[in-house]
């Protein structure tokens, strides 16, 4: 089974606009990271936000979390046709100390 | 490039087959994971070693195994296979459990 859970599981957008998604996972945990990964090949770590911070910021990125809801949001802004990729959010559960498990990714397309 | 290497890239071989697949993390990462990936079930979880132990298992089956040598490298070993065992399998390293993991660029197994 997966901890976390993406939403949308695809989204299409034009060059310029900001793309929003989503992860909910189910148990607490130490910190929830952001993967990309470009077609068949090996994923990309993005962002990693610990279970105490509330926001984080890397280039374009802006990740979000909310542990009373156990949800985390990942935003693209000016989005741009290499963004076109598949995001993971993965989470690492205090319980069971690097099982880092993967959701199931949202699918983004960007179009010049 | 992430600094893991993964060996093969590609493997066709028949059901009932046992394969290797082989993984060397990034210089100095002492934790390694392996990752299932196919169309139906997203990016499994398998298992995770931190300095030769193993640290957290998933859903790994019984006819899989894996195991960290003292150089760190890793192996996963698939025996009697199944067409249903078709899939990319990534390796992943990182300094220690629950930090950011770079992976490899994974082995792609055809069971056929």
């Known amino acids: 089974s997966q901890q976390g859970e993406e939403d949308p599981q695809a989204l299409s957008i034009q060059e310029g606009e900001n793309a929003t998604m989503n992860c909910s996972y189910k148990t607490s945990i130490n910190n929830l990271q952001w993967y990309r990964q470009n077609s068949g090949r090996g994923l990309v770590h993005l962002i990693l936000?610990?279970?105490?911070?509330r926001e984080k910021h890397s280039g374009r990125l802006r990740v979000t979390l909310d542990t009373s809801k156990k949800s985390s949001s990942l935003l693209i802004t000016a989005s741009r046709a290499a963004d076109t990729a598949s995001y993971f959010c993965?989470?690492?559960?205090?319980?069971?100390?690097?099982?880092?498990?993967f959701g199931a990714g949202t699918q983004v397309v960007v179009t010049p | 490039d992430s600094g893991v290497t993964q060996t093969p890239k590609h493997l066709i071989t028949a059901t009932g087959q046992r394969v290797t697949l082989r993984c060397s993390p990034r210089s100095g990462d002492l934790s390694v994971y392996w990752y299932q990936q196919s169309l139906d079930q997203g990016l499994q979880f398998l298992i995770q070693?931190?300095?030769?132990?193993?640290?957290a298992k998933g859903n790994i089956l019984e006819r899989f195994s894996a195991q960290q040598f003292p150089d760190l490298h890793s192996e996963l070993n698939l025996s009697s296979l199944e067409l249903g065992d078709s899939a990319l399998y990534f390796c992943a390293s990182s300094l220690e459990p629950g930090r950011r993991a770079f992976f490899g660029q994974g082995t792609r197994l055809t069971v056929v």
């Open positions: 993965a989470t690492d559960p205090i319980d069971s100390w690097g099982k880092l498990q």
């Open positions: 070693y931190y300095n030769g132990e193993e640290r």
């Open positions: 936000i610990r279970s105490n911070e």
